[in-house]
């Protein structure tokens, strides 16, 4: 079985669905797993690792925010000395179609999943250079490749996710 004993791991919208498939899997193979959401789900995701016997802990930064996430990162760096995984999985939705759709729900998705990812990305990226490795993680989906009715921002956001 894959192990990943002592590595830490961020997964971010892991409060629910599939973030928090990736924190719960991570916290079963050994690894301390920095649970980031922005609601109550982040301290249920933690409750259920420690009573499964695992490390985890809650931040709840807006992803979007920059300071919000070296707020975060300096904190997983002060309490276990290192981040080995990242996993860019935040994101939310605001479906219309795009001759409907409000320019600012157009941005909140962008902001979230791409924005997001990069200030992830780029908080840590120094880190792993300077432990000799890491692996980063960001979650996509066909409606970044192929698109679908309803979700142009959420499929901008995708496939610019695997742009980056």
Request: proline share 1%; charged share 20%; aromatic share 4%.
């Amino acid at each position: 079985m894959i192990r990943f004993d002592e590595r830490v791991a961020i997964v971010t919208g892991a409060g629910a669905g599939l973030g928090r498939c990736h924190a719960l899997g991570l916290a079963a193979r050994g690894a301390h797993v920095v649970v980031n959401d922005m609601g109550a789900g982040a301290e249920a995701v933690v409750a259920e690792i420690a009573a499964a016997g695992g490390h985890a802990m809650a931040h709840q930064a807006d992803v979007s925010d920059a300071a919000a996430v070296a707020d975060m990162i300096a904190q997983v760096m002060d309490r276990f000395g290192r981040i080995d995984i990242l996993i860019n999985n935040a994101g939310i939705l605001r479906d219309k179609t795009f001759a409907k759709m409000d320019m600012a729900d157009f941005r909140k998705v962008i902001d979230v999943h791409l924005i997001g990812s990069a200030n992830c990305c780029h908080v840590v990226w120094p880190i792993m250079r300077a432990q000799g490795g890491g692996r980063i993680v960001l979650t996509a989906s066909g409606s970044g490749l192929y698109g679908n009715f309803g979700q142009s921002n959420y499929g901008a956001a995708k496939a610019g996710k695997v742009g980056l």
